[in-house]
């Protein structure tokens, strides 16, 4: 999908006269990068990133095998979701499909942005609107209770920790009908390396840990052992500052490890949370590698595995799927591209000039894509959290 087409055809609600200024001229120009002006969003807002944040969107869905965490109840089903955050607005028609393939088929969507990003859905068969408003401003300009179902995606890098999050949260529960589900999907911005063999989560969902068997991810609890540092020596270098790149912007890094909490503590509105965590290693590892030659004869990850098929990766003797394979060079790439997007905070806070930047860059790019350097459980990890509204 060109996510930049048909944004003007799109149906769009401006937000008040107050923000006029900055919705009708949003960007500024920055190291050849089109960015947010004024605003602590540290993301470009251009094709590249739309496109990354596409592949984001695409994996996510595919590792978690639907593209939404909650169940819809059959005796009161959706018929207005809500993407807060929208973009281009991919998420919204992945959820669609989902909905359909499941028989609601009588769903509106409604997309908001603080810039008109997102094409024109309804020339996909989408019950669409678009409705520009910048997320600061409170309330939201919808009415209470107008949604069954309310999604924020990958909110971290928009909303400021403290005061400036409560009021969205809040927002979003506002406009969400009673018994409706509110939604919550992130990804962790620093990278850990899982430990070898992590055991099953207790109590596992089968259909959760079928799907991350197929996948080749691993299911995230609290007992998922995780080294205190990740190994790679590039992603070590990259945690560092997109870490201090954040928090001089008040924003997360590690979102996945609070909103579990943040959810519980919405006692008197909020209830039944549930939360679905993933693990996606960014290449075949080491010890699965070891464990794979060991036990030849034990059964593979995956059919295709089992019949001896040679993964996307091209190499021999690997026991991951096509499938795996590919969802893992997705999430390298997704990782990858999120550092580039970040380069100019990432060399601010790094002190280093252009040629130490595009030196480091290069050294980079050999060892993860072409020395295969992440390969000693360097993960991406992703969550989706659900809940009902009182």
């Known amino acids: 999908m060109d996510a930049t087409r048909g944004s003007i055809s799109s149906v ?3 937000s008040t006269k107050d923000d006029s200024t900055i919705l009708s001229n949003p960007y500024v120009l920055r190291h050849g990068r089109r960015y947010l002006r004024d605003l602590p969003y540290p993301l470009p807002c251009d094709l590249p990133e739309l496109q990354r944040q596409n ?5 996510a869905t595919s590792v978690f095998g639907r593209a939404l965490g909650s169940t819809p ?3 009161n089903p959706p018929t207005k979701v809500l993407e807060i955050a929208c973009g281009s607005g991919y998420w919204s028609s992945l959820c669609h499909e989902y909905l359909n393939r499941m028989g609601y088929e009588d769903v509106s969507f409604t997309g ?6 997102a094409g024109d859905l309804r020339r996909q068969g989408i019950d669409w609107r678009f409705v520009q408003h910048d997320l600061r401003k409170v309330p939201l300009p919808f009415d209470d209770e107008e949604f069954d179902i309310v999604v924020m995606k990958d909110l971290s890098l928009v909303v400021p920790l403290g005061s400036p999050s409560q009021r969205v949260l809040d927002e979003a529960t506002r406009i969400l009908r009673s018994g409706g589900t509110l939604e919550i999907w992130e990804t962790d911005h620093v990278i850990r390396s899982i430990l070898p063999h992590p055991p099953p989560p207790p109590g596992k969902n089968p259909e959760e840990y079928a799907c991350a068997v197929s996948t080749g991810t691993f299911l995230i609890s609290p007992i998922t052992p995780f080294a205190s540092e990740v190994q790679n020596k590039y992603l070590q270098d990259s945690n560092t500052w997109i870490q201090e790149a954040l928090d001089r912007r008040k924003l997360s890094p590690t979102p996945c490890a609070r909103i579990s909490q943040m959810l519980l503590q919405e006692v008197d509105t909020l209830c039944n949370m549930s939360n679905h965590r993933v693990a996606i290693p960014l290449g075949e ?3 699965e590698r070891e464990a794979g030659a060991e036990r030849p004869s034990a059964k593979r990850r995956g059919s295709e595995a089992a019949r001896g098929k040679k993964s996307s990766a091209g190499h021999e003797g ?4 096509e499938q795996q394979a590919a969802l893992r060079y997705t999430a390298l790439l997704v990782v990858i591209q999120m550092i580039e997007s970040m380069e100019p905070l990432l060399k601010e806070v790094s002190g280093k ?3 130490e930047w595009q030196r480091w860059w290069g050294w980079m790019m050999t060892n993860l894509l072409e020395q295969k350097g992440a390969s000693s459980g360097e993960c991406l990890e992703v969550g989706v959290w ?5």
Do not use: A, M, Y
């Open 318 to 321: 690997s026991i991951l799927t």
């Open 55 to 59: 592949l984001h969107s695409f994996l």
């Open 353 to 355: 000039n252009q040629e």
């Open 386 to 390: 659900w809940c009902r509204k009182v």
């Open 12 to 14: 769009s609600t401006g």
């Open 285 to 287: 590892l080491r010890w």
């Open 112 to 117: 908001l942005d603080i810039v008109p990003l």
């Open 73 to 75: 109840d059959p005796q």
